[in-house]
Each structure stands twice: as structure tokens, then as C-alpha cells.
């Protein structure tokens, strides 16, 4: 017993607790356990009986649509119909054969394996007679096919007999799987039931025990609140065990011990405080008169600064001005630099189009100058035509004189040459219109010649103008943007000294509007620092003021704690 009155109060909790949870652990591992049991014969009880009597009963479902699909088959003549009923017992039977599938993938017991194996070779064989009575019924053999349909619905039942079997055999096993399951429920159940009031007694008896213990330590701590109430600091509590509430009453018990010396000091310095707090009134006083003199002082130097702070202010405007000022005057010479740039850029440009423009020009009329003089000479074939014309225009005269000469000689003739006569005429008038001809053409090749001679007078004088006009003109056009260059040259090397100068100005009025505003901001801390050693005075001298009356009320105190600390039995 003395063991467990020295264990420690938190140490009884985890025992109590580690018992309650250790009980739990048991109670939820048999749950999980039975569960979990539980649980494999439900999966058993689905994914193989239930499933497998599923597959069963679809198999003899699909058998049935067989059956009665052969029975129609007796009775009807059309081969397209017939060849339907075939095709639909052939799904069947491959449906079948899928379910046959899932039915083995459930089988884990021989008895059940080695009577399906049967159920497949009867379903084999069925299906080679049904091949047989289909193949009779195609080729008109009714009588043949209705005794292989005897034989049919005999292997027929054989089938259902196995089908039956394995339905009986899966019920049984579902029946044992729910009886396991409901043994393994009433077992839990007792067994949980069991532990469960096992722990109830045993939490009984820990918590009646922790409690008794409690209720005990709790009424010597509240002996010892009842005797401080009454000022009473002579008697411990008296402690039996050496847990938390033995440790918190020695704690009370050194607590008390505590105050008890405490008060003892409390009653000889109340008795020292008392002449102290006399001197302290004086010096106080003498202290109060100090700060309102350094207080009258620290406002005279305040006003001083913020003078100065508002001559640096106005300095700082008037050098943010001028700082403005250089700035804009610095943008300028940016932008006349980047316009100098361009304009040097434009003068390259002309420089360099006018120099194409003046060499082409050039090129042009050296160009041309061949050119006419080229076709003014091809014009002189004219003057060749115009011979050519001259001895045509002779020959067509002796051809008319000849003409003439001819009809002559006819005339005289008589009757023989009035053949030749006639075509003496025929030769003349030839004569005549070439003669015409000629002279038109002599008039055109005029005309042409005069042509001719007005382009090369035309030509000569367009020629000599753009050697004269154009040529000169794109030259000095040449010479213009040379100039223009230099001089964008010049504007740009005058705009980036500027831009120069402005960045050096810019940057001293910078130093110098930071040097002013350096001395604004000291100014302006040293105002605040005075308003601060202001405040603070005006506030030491609330607080020696109220140190005084402190004083003269702790004279007070120190009286009326006297008169409590008398009170107390040590």
C-alpha cells in the first residue's frame, strides 16, 4: 500500500489508462480479426457460391432457349428461318461456354471441380447431337431428326441432374459460410462483453482508489487556505505520500515558510521606509525646480532649429528648381543630339542618292548619245531608198516608151498586132502606175527624211541639255549633302558637349541639394531630438511631481502595512 501512495498521481493515470487502452487494443484487434473473417466468407459466399450459382442458372437459362429452339425447329419449312434458330442456339452455346469460363475461375474443391468436368462432357456431347439433329432437319429428314430428339432431351436431363448437383453443393457451402460467420459473431460478441465489464470493475476500483487519495491530500490543502484566511502562518500541513499532492504540500508548506519570513522583514522595513520617505519628498522637490529650468531652455534652442530648418528648406526648393531647370536643358541637348545624328544620317543618305542619281544620269546620257546617233545613221538608209525609187521611176519611163514604141509597130501591123497591140496597152498602163508608184514613194520617203532630221535636231538638244542642266544639277546636289553632313556633324559634337556640361552642372547642383537637405534633415532631427528632451522634461517633471505625492502616500502605506503585518500569528 505504501508503494502505491508514493507513485506519482500522473503515474496512476497512464497506468489506469495504459490498462484502458491495452483493452481497447484487445477488444479492436478481435474486431478486426473477426471482421476480417467475416469478410473473407462474405467475399467467399459472393465471388464464388453466389457467383457460381449465377453462372449455373444462366447456363440452364441458355440450355432451356436451346431446347425449345430445337423443338420449333421440328416444325417449320422455311431454310432461311431454320438457319436463324441455328445461328441463336450457336450464340447460346458460346454464351455457354463464357459462363463456363467464370464457373471455373470460382472452383476450389475437387468434389466440385470433378462434377463440372462431367457437366462439360455431357455439354460436348449434347452439343455434337444437337449438330446432328440440326444437319437432319436441314436436309428434310424429320423422321431421323425426331428420334435423335429423344436422345437429345435424355442427355438433356443428364445436364440438369449435374447443373442441380452443383446448385446443392454451392447452397451447402454458402450454409456453412453463414453458419461460420455467425459463430464467429457470438464469439466476439461474449468475448468483447467479457473484457468489457472486466474493465469496468478494474477503472472502478483505480478511479475509487485515485479518488479516495485526491479527497484527502485536497482537505489538508484546504486546512491550510482556511487557517491563511485567518492570518494564521503557525501549523504545516502534514504530509503522508510522495506524489503531486504530497509535493504540493511541501511546496505550500516552503510557501508558507516564505511569507512567514516575508512578513518579518515587511514589518522591519516598513519602519526604515518611513524616514526614508521623508528625505525623498525633499530631494524630489529640489529635482522639480531643476527640470522647469531646463525645460525653458530646451524651447529657447527648439525655436533656433526650426529657423534654420526652414532657411534650409527654401535653399533645397531654389536648388530643386535649378536642378529642374539643367535637367530640361539637358533633355534638349539630348534631343538636339539624337536630331543632329539624324540629320547627319539624312545628309549621308542624299550624299549617297544624289551620287547614284548623278552617276546613272551619266550613264543615261552616254546611253542615249549612242543610241541617236546609232539610229540617226540607220536614217540614211532613206536616202538609198530614194535612188532606188529615182531608177525605178526611169525604168517604168523607157518601159512606157517601149510601151509606146510597141503599139507604134502593132498599129502597122494591122491585124497581126493587135495581139501584141494589147499588150503593149497592158505594159504601158503598168508603166504609168509604177511611175505613180514611185512617185509616192519618193513623197513618203521626203516626209521620212524630214522626220528623221527634226529627232536628230530634237535628240541633239535633248542631249545636250541633261549634259549641260541635269548632270551639273545632281553634282551639286552631291556637293550640298557633303555639306550638309559636316554640318550635322558639327551640331551633333556641339549638342553632346552640352549634354556634357548639363550632366556636370546637374550633377554638382545634386551634391549641393544633398548637402542642403543633409542639413534640413539634421536640423529636422535635432527639432524632434528637442522635442523629444522636451517632453521628456515636461514629463520627469510630472513624474517627480507625482514621485513627491508617492512619496507622501508611501508614508501612508508603510504606516497602514505595519498595522496589517500585526495581524499575522509567525
Keep these: 500500500m505504501n508503494f502505491y501512495k508514493n507513485l506519482k498521481l500522473s503515474t496512476r493515470l497512464i497506468i489506469g489508462s495504459f490498462i484502458a487502452i491495452f483493452s481497447m487494443v484487445i477488444i479492436g484487434s478481435m474486431g478486426i480479426l473477426n471482421m476480417n473473417k467475416i469478410n473473407k466468407s462474405t467475399n467467399y459466399l459472393y465471388y464464388t457460391t453466389i457467383k457460381s450459382i449465377n453462372s449455373i442458372n444462366k447456363i440452364d437459362k441458355n440450355l432451356l432457349n436451346i431446347y425449345e429452339a430445337e423443338k420449333v425447329m421440328m416444325y417449320i419449312k422455311d431454310q432461311n428461318e431454320i438457319s436463324k434458330l441455328i445461328k441463336e442456339i450457336d450464340n447460346f452455346m458460346q454464351e455457354n461456354l463464357k459462363q463456363i469460363e467464370i464457373y471455373k475461375s470460382t472452383i476450389d474443391d475437387n468434389e466440385e471441380r470433378k462434377l463440372f468436368t462431367e457437366f462439360e462432357n455431357k455439354l460436348h456431347k449434347y452439343r455434337e447431337s444437337g449438330q446432328a439433329y440440326e444437319k437432319l432437319i436441314l436436309s428434310g429428314r424429320a423422321d431421323e431428326a425426331m428420334i435423335k430428339s429423344s436422345n437429345i432431351a435424355k442427355e438433356r436431363n443428364d445436364m440438369r441432374t449435374k447443373l442441380d448437383k452443383l446448385v446443392q453443393l454451392n447452397e451447402e457451402w454458402a450454409k456453412e459460410v453463414i453458419e461460420d460467420n455467425t459463430d464467429t459473431y457470438k464469439k466476439s460478441f461474449l468475448t468483447i462483453i467479457s473484457i468489457i465489464v472486466a474493465l469496468v470493475i478494474l477503472s472502478g476500483l483505480v478511479v475509487g482508489l485515485i479518488g479516495k487519495n485526491i479527497k484527502k491530500s485536497l482537505a489538508s490543502i484546504k486546512g491550510l487556505s482556511d487557517r491563511l484566511s485567518n492570518y494564521d502562518l503557525s501549523e504545516p500541513i502534514i504530509i503522508t505520500s510522495n506524489d503531486e499532492f504530497g509535493q504540493i504540500g511541501k511546496g505550500l508548506n516552503r510557501v508558507q515558510e516564505n511569507i512567514s519570513s516575508l512578513i518579518k522583514n515587511i514589518i522591519d522595513s516598513t519602519r526604515e521606509m518611513n524616514a ?295
Design 276 to 570: 526614508s520617505s521623508d528625505e525623498l519628498s525633499s530631494t524630489v522637490q529640489k529635482m522639480a525646480s531643476k527640470f522647469q529650468n531646463i525645460n525653458t531652455s530646451t524651447k529657447e534652442i527648439n525655436s533656433q532649429v526650426q529657423e534654420t530648418s526652414a532657411t534650409a528648406e527654401q535653399i533645397s526648393a531654389s536648388v530643386q528648381e535649378v536642378d529642374s531647370s539643367v535637367s530640361v536643358l539637358s533633355g534638349k541637348a539630348i534631343d538636339g543630339s539624337n536630331s543632329a545624328i539624324e540629320i547627319k544620317t539624312r545628309a549621308a543618305e542624299v550624299e549617297h542618292n544624289s551620287k547614284i542619281a548623278s552617276e546613272s544620269s551619266r550613264d543615261l546620257y552616254i546611253q542615249m548619245e549612242k543610241e541617236v546617233l546609232k539610229d540617226i545613221e540607220q536614217g540614211k538608209v532613206v536616202e538609198h531608198i530614194k535612188v532606188m525609187a529615182d531608177t525605178i521611176a526611169s525604168i517604168a519611163e523607157q518601159t512606157n516608151l517601149l510601151a509606146l514604141n510597141a503599139a507604134i509597130e502593132a498599129a502597122r501591123a494591122g491585124e497581126q498586132g493587135k495581139g501584141f497591140a494589147v499588150v503593149a496597152e497592158e505594159v504601158r498602163k503598168l508603166a504609168e502606175q509604177s511611175s505613180a508608184a514611185v512617185g509616192n514613194v519618193k513623197f513618203t520617203i521626203e516626209k521620212v527624211q524630214e522626220s528623221f532630221e527634226n529627232l536628230s535636231s530634237n535628240s541633239s538638244k535633248l542631249l545636250k541639255f541633261m549634259n549641260d542642266r541635269v548632270v551639273s544639277q545632281f553634282e551639286t546636289f552631291v556637293h550640298v549633302g557633303e555639306q550638309y553632313e559636316k554640318d550635322g556633324v558639327f551640331v551633333n559634337n556641339m549638342s553632346e558637349e552640352l549634354a556634357t556640361m548639363t550632366e556636370e552642372v546637374s550633377a554638382t547642383i545634386n551634391q549641393v541639394s544633398e548637402a542642403v537637405q543633409s542639413m534640413a534633415d539634421m536640423a529636422q532631427k535635432s527639432s524632434e531630438n528637442l522635442n523629444s528632451i522636451q517632453q521628456n522634461v515636461n514629463e520627469s517633471t510630472k513624474v517627480m511631481e507625482q514621485v513627491e505625492y508617492t512619496a507622501q502616500t508611501q508614508a501612508e502605506l508603510s504606516e497602514k502595512l505595519n498595522n496589517m503585518v500585526e495581524k499575522f500569528t509567525i
